[in-house]
């Protein structure tokens, strides 16, 4: 039988041996008074086990060393060891935590790493002037962040990969990656500087508010956009002009809700890499057009490819001509890349009548 080993052990003192390979230890407590006269013992394959409470940590290194991971190390006293506190460098955060009797179990002055890894709710810490959330790493179960209303530039969840729900409005973040946490089913992430926003690899979303932010990009191409039936918030991001979905159809609810210059599209690959500042020395008349678009590049000495795109992201066109002839063309909005010898890349949309 094996024993999935998951509150800590203390060992009786005539204890001779312990052989736990292969379990879900989070603390293990070795000390008895004769540890020197083990006769085996085997740790090993326990990846949330970071520190082992051994009699004699010198003589353990010397005859246990390969018996254990190498992520977890021998000590004396596991509460007190600085290799197995948390580093929070926020006070504000780390008066939460500590605050939190569910999370400080032992109700000392530190987070041990035990006590961080045993924790598996959320962790709910809005409005509280926090302004980093270092020691986040630490608490690889948990299921859910709360932090919004603080003042947090930088968020990094790339090892809370149990994340089901994050809201982590009303901060300055600027970058979100969640690509390590596929199990999110809720985001809220409005009223922050998010740039870009790729959630490509959360097949579980359910919702996604994401409005006022300085958006360029986001890929909502998951391969499950049928289950995404909560609100699709977002509005406030001028700069925002294409939004990758698995169809534009799906995209149509009533509750997905953008800004009028943005787009839906099964490929946005026409708006990738697009200069802000070069898009605004292009214009294009007339648009709507019937026949002919003509493109008008301020400032450009460069040699300029124009293509042009559907919003399913398929190219039609293309042409080194700035008179372009788009008599051919069916009935709809279209997306023009102008894309320079030098690879500068700028956008504009036109409709073709």
Do not use: H
């Not at 002037?129 to 990094?156: H, M, P, Q, W």
């Not at 990969?161 to 690509?179: A, F, Q, V, Y």
């Not at 300085?214 to 509005?235: F, H, I, P, R």
């Amino acid at each position: 039988m094996k024993y999935k080993f998951q509150k800590p052990i203390v060992l009786l003192e005539k204890l001779e041996g312990l052989y736990a390979a292969n379990n879900q230890l989070t603390s293990l407590d070795l000390r008895n008074g004769n540890n020197y006269n083990f006769s085996g013992v085997d740790f090993i394959d326990n990846p949330n086990l970071r520190c082992i409470q051994v009699d004699d940590k010198d003589f353990s290194n010397d005859v246990w060393s390969s018996l254990k991971d190498s992520t977890a190390f021998y000590s004396e006293n596991c509460s007190a060891d600085p290799e197995n506190i948390v580093y929070i460098p926020d006070g504000n955060f780390k008066s939460f935590l500590l605050n939190n009797n569910s999370i400080n179990t032992n109700g000392d002055n530190e987070i041990q790493y035990a006590e961080a890894i045993a924790y598996k709710a959320a962790i709910f810490c809005p409005s509280r002037s926090i302004e980093d959330l270092t020691g986040l790493e630490a608490f690889t179960e948990t299921k859910g962040l709360f932090c919004y209303d603080n003042n947090i530039s930088v968020l990094d969840v790339s090892k809370n990969t149990k994340l089901t729900e994050l809201w982590c409005s009303g901060n300055p973040i600027s970058e979100l990656d969640l690509s390590n946490n596929p199990l999110i089913f809720g985001l809220r992430c409005q009223n922050n500087k998010i740039t870009s926003l790729d959630l490509s690899n959360n097949p579980e979303l359910v919702y996604v508010i994401a409005r006022n932010n300085e958006l360029t990009t986001v890929d909502l191409k998951n391969g499950n956009n049928s289950k995404l039936t909560g609100d699709v918030a977002l509005e406030g991001n001028p700069n925002l002009l294409c939004i990758q979905v698995d169809d534009v159809t799906v995209s149509a609810r009533s509750n997905w809700v953008k800004d009028d210059t943005a787009v839906y599209s099964e490929n946005c690959g026409a708006t990738s890499g697009v200069d802000e500042e070069f898009s605004d020395e292009i214009s294009i008349y007339p648009n709507p057009v019937k026949n002919k678009v003509i493109v008008s590049l301020k400032n450009n000495t460069e040699k300029v490819q124009f293509k042009i795109y559907t919003l399913l992201g398929n190219e039609v066109l293309i042409t080194e001509n700035n008179s372009i002839d788009v008599s051919n063309l069916s009935k709809g909005i279209y997306i023009l890349k102008i894309v320079t010898e030098n690879n500068k890349v700028g956008v504009k949309r036109f409709v073709k009548k």
